[in-house]
Structures are given as structure tokens and as C-alpha cells.
């Protein structure tokens, strides 16, 4: 019927629906439930209590909602939830500079996103294109939202590039909490918009590195939503200016 609202997947009626849980997570809910669930059968509910409200939250922790995916081709979505903490020019990291399959040595804008322990931490494609280089990096665990932590922590080095010859870089980063990155894909996968790649656990930051001559189409302290907000445009140099309220 013309003007009926669908929902995400093309069918039925929108509703408001639970995000379901990533299988990543349920493992640990299931085991504090359970370790709850026996504190309490033998009444040590000073156990039972603050645990079975720790799995509520590791099941909060890993939701992993549908996102509806804006089309068009020249968009640059966002990879992560989060706080936009920092849009700069830099060089970017030595692993993309690599004139062969990699991004050059720039400078590139790098649109910094810092996620809280509230924010979902599945992160997804900001494009569609094929998966590049992906290089895993050991490090220390300070805070995400400092800018050294591009350089000194954790983190997973990962490389799109669209059909077009394009490439974009992520750095996914742990943070304080944060101690372990899992990717689901790996070099060679084809991925499309807003397609799931991978999540950090507990806090963390991604950083993302817009192909030359791309302006971002966010701002500084913006929220924004993975698979869903537009950072930029292919080919747009025209920085947004706003104003705090």
C-alpha cells in the first residue's frame, strides 16, 4: 500500500522491537547468570544480586540492533557509535602508507570516534568494497578519548577499498577496559555498506581516515550512529560549520 511504513528488512509493519544480543556476549551473560542463579539457591544474595545485574548489562553491553543503511554511492558512512572527539589532519598510520594496496602517506582527514561504555561496540563498513590489508597491532590500554592512544594502544588496522579504486582506513582501538578487538572478516571479503566487521569490548575509540579530497560532513562532539550517519561525501571539500546550543 503507497505510504505504508515498512520495517528495516523490506516487510510487515515497523514496530520497536529488542535489538538482539551478538553470540560474542551471550556466552558471558549465560555464565554470570549462572554463577548468579547458584549464589542465589544457596542464599548468598549479596552474590546473587550484583551478578544477575552484571548479566543484564553485558547483554546491554553486546545488543547489536539493525541499522536502516542509507544508499548512494558516494557515501561515507560512520563506522562506530559514538562521540566525534577529534577531526584532523594527519598522516596516517605507518601500516596504510604503503604506496602498493595502501592509502599513501597523505595527510588524511581522521574522524576520531569515541565510544562510552554505553554505546553499541559492532562496528560496521563505512562503504561497500573489498577487504584490504588488516594488521593487528599489541599496545598499552590509556584512555581512548587521548589522541596518543592512535599510537601506543591496542588496535586493528583494517583497509576498504570500494570498486572504484578508492580506499578507506579504520583503527579500531581499545581503550581502558577495553582488551580485546574481534574481527568477522578478514583480507579478500567483500563487504557491503554498513555491513557488520568486527567489535571492540568495553570502551574503546575508532578512528576513521577519509580518502583525498573528502571533507567530513560531521562535527566536533556530534553523535553519531554506525551504518547510519553519513561522514562524508566522495569528492566533497566543503567543511559543515555549526554552532553549540
Not at 594488521?135 to 598499552?140: A, L, R, T
Not at 555498506?193 to 573528502?214: E, H, K, M, N, W
Request: with cysteine.
Amino acid at each position: 500500500m503507497a505510504g505504508e511504513i515498512m520495517d528495516n528488512k523490506g516487510g510487515g509493519e515497523a514496530r520497536a522491537a529488542l535489538p538482539s544480543v551478538h553470540p560474542e556476549g551471550r556466552k558471558y551473560a549465560l555464565i554470570c547468570a549462572g554463577i548468579s542463579l547458584i549464589a542465589a539457591l544457596l542464599a548468598w544474595e549479596t552474590i546473587a544480586w550484583p551478578l544477575g545485574f552484571l548479566s543484564l548489562c553485558i547483554l546491554a553491553f553486546f545488543r547489536d540492533p539493525e541499522r536502516v543503511v542509507p544508499r548512494g554511492e558516494n557515501l561515507i558512512l560512520s563506522p562506530a557509535d559514538g562521540t566525534v572527539t577529534q577531526i584532523a589532519q594527519v598522516d596516517p598510520p605507518i601500516e596504510f602508507q604503503d604506496a602498493d594496496g595502501g592509502m599513501g602517506r597523505g595527510p588524511f582527514t581522521r574522524v576520531s570516534i569515541y565510544l562510552s561504555l554505553f554505546d553499541v561496540h559492532i562496528n560496521r563498513s563505512p562503504c561497500a568494497g573489498t577487504i584490504g590489508r588488516m594488521s593487528y597491532v599489541p599496545g598499552k590500554f590509556v584512555n581512548a578519548e587521548l589522541d596518543k592512544s592512535s599510537e601506543e594502544n591496542e588496535r586493528q588496522h583494517l583497509l576498504i577499498e570500494r570498486g572504484d579504486g578508492v580506499i578507506l582506513g579504520i583503527t579500531q582501538i581499545a581503550g581502558l577496559l577495553a582488551r580485546r578487538i574481534v574481527p568477522f572478516v578478514k583480507p579478500g571479503d567483500i563487504v557491503a555498506a554498513g555491513q557488520r566487521v568486527g567489535l571492540i569490548r568495553f570502551g574503546s575509540r575508532v578512528d576513521l581516515y577519509l580518502p583525498a579530497g573528502t571533507s567530513p560532513q560531521v562535527l566536533m562532539g556530534q553523535r553519531v550512529i554506525a551504518g547510519e550517519t553519513v561522514i562524508g561525501r566522495l569528492g566533497e571539500t566543503v567543511a559543515l560549520e555549526g554552532l553549540q546550543q
